[in-house]
Structure formats: C-alpha cells, structure tokens
C-alpha cells in the first residue's frame, strides 16, 4: 500500500495523520511538511526508525500507519512587509511611468496649443538648437544667420514652353538639383487641401511611407556629389568594420559612460550644411483627424536607435520604431504631417581616436 498515515514531531510540536505517498518521491513529502512548519525543505532532517529521509528515494525505509517521524530543522524567519509596496507598470498613471523610466517632461495643452506644443518637442531633438538657446542672452535680430533657409517643393516638373525645332508650344520635363543640404531637412506633407464645392479643408489620407534612414545623394548637383565623396567613404568603411565585427562576433556593447565622438556633419567652409547626403529620421509631427481646423497634433521624437517618445501634449510614452512607421497615413490614425531629419552622425572607431 502506498499511502500511509503517519505522525510527525517537531520540537515541541506534534502533527497528527499526515498523509505519505511512497509512489511520489520524499521531497513532495518534505514539501508538506513545508507547508505545516515553515521549514525549507533543505532544512529539513527527517528521521525514521532505519536511517533518514532523502530527497529523491525511500530506501529501505520500511512505513506503517500511525508510526511517528522525527523532523528536526529551523524555519527561517518571515520577510517582513516593505516599507514602501512594489508598484507595477500596468498600475502606474502617466506622471508616475514617466518618472520612473526618467522619461522628459509634457507640456500642458493651455487651449489648442498642441500644434505648438509638438512642435517645440520636436524641435527639442536638435542638439544645437538647445545648445544655442542655453547660450543666447542678446536681443532678438533680423539677420545674422550664416545661410539662408532653402524650402524644396518639387525637383521634376512639367512645364509648357515654345520649342524652337518643331516651332510650336511643347511640353517639357524640368528637372532641378540641390547645390547644398542643410544640417537638419524637414519635410512637410501635403496633407490639406480646400474642396472648393463643400468649401471645407479637407485631409489627404493616402498611406505615404517614409523612412527611417533617408540618402538624398541622387537629388544633389554633380559638383556638391563629388564634393561628399571622401565623407560617404568614411561611412562606407565604418559599416564595413562593424560587419566584419559582428561576422567574428567581437562586436563589444558601447560603453555608455564612455563619450562618443563623431566626425563633423558640415562642410569645414559651410557651418550647419551636410556633407554627406545621409540623414536619420529623428522626430515627427502628426496630425489625427479630418479636418486642418480641428483635430489634435502630437510630437514623435527619437530616444535611441530603437526606442522614440510620444508627446501627447503632457502625456509622455515610449513608443518602438516600428510605431513611427505605422504614423504614414492610411485611416484615422495619427498621420506624418511635417517630418523632420537629422545628419546621420559618423563614429569615429576607438582605433581612429
């Protein structure tokens, strides 16, 4: 018979009818045992008359009903109630989650200032501007900036011109190139537009993907392509290094209390210019709704390489790469309305230091 009703004495204590079931192995004993005394079962010495329990067998332990087991062992004392309870995620409000994931802070809607409130987070992400305002003590002035600002609408067009060798009007293909990029390009979307017949502005919903990583190269003039050769070979290089790293895996993690360093992203005659074509999606403003009139506009601005913020007024999440991605149009979801793009920073590996 398997099942045995047997009587445990511990210290002082006495545990009548405890049920043993020799086809289960000692320790789930033990762990009854646990559950009446407090004691762990690697505390625990079990005696019977013809030697000592183990874990894992019975032996040559020979059991009857009503025999009497000796336990010997000490339950360790009871972990006391933290000072402070544990709070979990799911149960945090938005303040609370942004302060524990040290996460910037919101700004207020004061009364339709979201337009305004996510474009000053997007405007955040640009690390000289900050830098500049930290330092600016003077006068607003008119003048001064060191190249003027550039607005690209589009760079093909269709234009109907008098063609001298068939001696009549004909259509032409107008194509136009850059002769310079600047440091940080935003692009804006056409996503309103006026119906004359409802008069009412209306929402261009169309799916307009975008991307993360954006290379304007084929759009530059052949002087300013040349001029960006020796910096996208540098980055030619630098990928080549990191992959030759990652195929003999001896890629090591950044040391984050190390400082990386780049090298610059402008022209050395040309300051807040790019000299590289590439750029890096850094943040975007969204718009959610039908109508320029009404509706609610949202900031979207990139933490690290895979991880971006959303700023909904005075509520802060995090948010993956992938949800940037889902923001290019298509439904009722917020839509990219002005997106905004960074130098791609080129690393100077520790050898080159």
Same mark, same amino acid.
């Given at each position: 018979?398997p099942?045995?009703? #047997?009587? #445990?004495?511990?210290g002082?204590?006495?545990?009548?009818?405890?049920?043993?079931? +020799?086809?289960e192995?000692?320790?789930v004993?033990?762990?009854?045992?646990?559950a009446?005394?407090?004691v762990?079962?690697d505390?625990? %010495?079990?005696?019977v008359?013809?030697? +000592?329990?183990?874990?894992?067998?019975? /032996?040559n332990?020979k059991?009857?009903?009503?025999?009497?087991?000796?336990m010997? /062992?000490s339950a @360790?004392a009871?972990?006391?109630?933290?000072?402070?309870?544990?709070?979990?995620v799911?149960?945090m409000?938005e303040?609370?989650?942004?302060?524990a994931?040290e996460?910037? $802070?919101?700004l207020?809607?004061?009364g339709?200032t979201c337009y305004?409130?996510?474009?000053v987070? $997007?405007l955040?992400?640009?690390?000289?501007? %900050?830098?500049?305002?930290?330092? !600016?003590?003077?006068a607003l002035?008119?003048s001064?900036?060191?190249?003027p600002?550039?607005?690209? +609408?589009?760079l093909?067009?269709e234009?109907?011109?008098?063609?001298?060798?068939?001696d009549r009007?004909?259509?032409y293909?107008?194509s136009? %190139?850059l002769?310079?990029?600047?440091?940080y390009l935003?692009?804006?979307?056409?996503?309103?537009f006026?119906?004359?017949?409802?008069?009412?502005n209306a929402?261009?919903l169309?799916?307009?993907k975008?991307p993360l990583m954006l290379?304007v !190269?084929? =759009?530059?003039t052949p002087? =300013?392509?040349?001029?960006m050769l020796?910096?996208?070979?540098?980055f030619?290089?630098?990928e080549?290094?990191?992959?030759e790293?990652?195929q003999? %895996?001896?890629?090591?993690?950044?040391?984050?209390?190390? @400082?990386?360093?780049?090298?610059?992203?402008?022209f050395?005659?040309?300051l807040g210019?790019?000299n590289? /074509? !590439?750029?890096?999606?850094?943040?975007? =403003?969204t718009?959610?709704?039908?109508?320029?009139?009404s509706?609610h506009y949202?900031?979207? *601005?990139?933490?690290?390489?895979?991880e971006? *913020?959303?700023f909904?007024?005075d509520k802060?999440?995090?948010?993956?790469p992938e949800?940037?991605?889902r923001?290019s149009?298509?439904?009722?979801?917020?839509?990219? !309305?002005? =997106?905004?793009?960074g130098p791609r920073?080129l @690393?100077?590996?520790?050898?080159?230091?």
């Amino acid at each position: 018979m398997p099942v045995f009703t #047997v009587n #445990v004495k511990w210290g002082k204590e006495k545990f009548d009818a405890v049920e043993l079931n +020799t086809e289960e192995p000692p320790m789930v004993f033990k762990a009854q045992l646990f559950a009446l005394t407090g004691v762990q079962p690697d505390r625990q %010495k079990v005696m019977v008359k013809g030697g +000592t329990l183990k874990d894992d067998e019975w /032996g040559n332990i020979k059991l009857k009903n009503g025999m009497t087991l000796l336990m010997m /062992g000490s339950a @360790e004392a009871l972990p006391e109630e933290p000072a402070v309870r544990p709070m979990f995620v799911e149960d945090m409000t938005e303040e609370q989650l942004a302060s524990a994931m040290e996460l910037p $802070c919101g700004l207020t809607n004061l009364g339709n200032t979201c337009y305004m409130n996510a474009t000053v987070q $997007c405007l955040r992400s640009v690390p000289e501007l %900050k830098t500049a305002l930290k330092r !600016y003590s003077g006068a607003l002035r008119s003048s001064g900036a060191n190249a003027p600002a550039q607005y690209i +609408t589009r760079l093909q067009e269709e234009i109907t011109k008098m063609s001298p060798t068939l001696d009549r009007n004909a259509l032409y293909i107008k194509s136009s %190139k850059l002769s310079r990029l600047p440091a940080y390009l935003t692009v804006q979307m056409v996503r309103f537009f006026y119906k004359e017949k409802e008069s009412v502005n209306a929402k261009v919903l169309k799916d307009v993907k975008f991307p993360l990583m954006l290379d304007v !190269y084929e =759009l530059l003039t052949p002087e =300013l392509q040349e001029k960006m050769l020796p910096i996208r070979s540098k980055f030619k290089e630098m990928e080549d290094k990191k992959l030759e790293k990652q195929q003999q %895996k001896v890629l090591k993690k950044p040391d984050a209390s190390k @400082e990386v360093k780049h090298e610059p992203f402008s022209f050395p005659d040309d300051l807040g210019s790019n000299n590289s /074509g !590439y750029y890096d999606l850094q943040a975007v =403003l969204t718009h959610q709704g039908r109508s320029s009139s009404s509706g609610h506009y949202v900031g979207w *601005v990139k933490r690290k390489e895979d991880e971006w *913020v959303k700023f909904d007024d005075d509520k802060v999440s995090v948010v993956s790469p992938e949800d940037i991605l889902r923001l290019s149009g298509g439904g009722d979801w917020h839509i990219a !309305y002005v =997106l905004l793009y960074g130098p791609r920073r080129l @690393e100077i590996l520790e050898e080159e230091q």
